[in-house]
């Protein structure tokens, strides 16, 4: 094997590590510890995962995972999903989300806080969130964000800010 063809061997050999190197490497572990557990337990093209605890002001505790491999959702329709994200698209329904989760609230308590809109408003808004399953009526006439989709919530808020 002549010098030229060693050197092109290594060449590409090193640049075949480099490029398994630059996959497997994560800036910082301490930052990317439940995306490591994630890639230890499924191979490729991967998945995705929302998780969460929360403590609420209300004592009750939301504690959530799920999880859908990439492939499973890239493949699905996600037009069944649009009624209840856009349920989520508007600043006033975001706003009573936000309150609820504070403590369930009458719709009463909710009209009060300023910006909220009329009555007729907030009851309509309340209407669209308990139709998408974002929130749902308990005794009393009050109204809390279901334990269920406060993870999914949180998390969708979340991924937002990004």
Do not use: N
């Not at 990317?32 to 929302?50: K, Q, S, Y």
């Not at 989760?101 to 309340?126: N, P």
Request: hydrophobic share 50%; charged share 20%.
């Amino acid at each position: 094997m002549s010098d030229d063809d060693r050197l092109a061997a290594l060449e590409a050999r090193v640049a075949a590590l480099e490029k398994k190197i630059q996959h497997a490497a994560t800036p910082d572990p301490d930052t990317f510890w439940a995306l490591e557990g994630l890639i230890e337990r499924v191979g490729d093209p991967g998945a995705v995962m929302i998780t969460g605890h929360a403590a609420l002001p209300d004592g009750r505790v939301a504690r959530w995972q799920e999880g859908a491999a990439v492939a499973e959702l890239l493949d699905s329709d996600w037009s069944p999903h649009a009624a209840v994200l856009a349920a989520l698209a508007h600043p006033a329904r975001i706003g009573l989300l936000a309150r609820v989760l504070q403590g369930a609230c009458t719709a009463q308590e909710l009209v009060r806080i300023d910006g909220m809109g009329t009555s007729g408003q907030v009851y309509h808004h309340l209407r669209q969130l308990v139709a998408a399953g974002w929130l749902h009526t308990v005794g009393g006439g009050r109204y809390e964000v279901p334990v269920a989709r406060v993870i999914p919530l949180l998390t969708t808020i979340l991924g937002a800010r990004r």
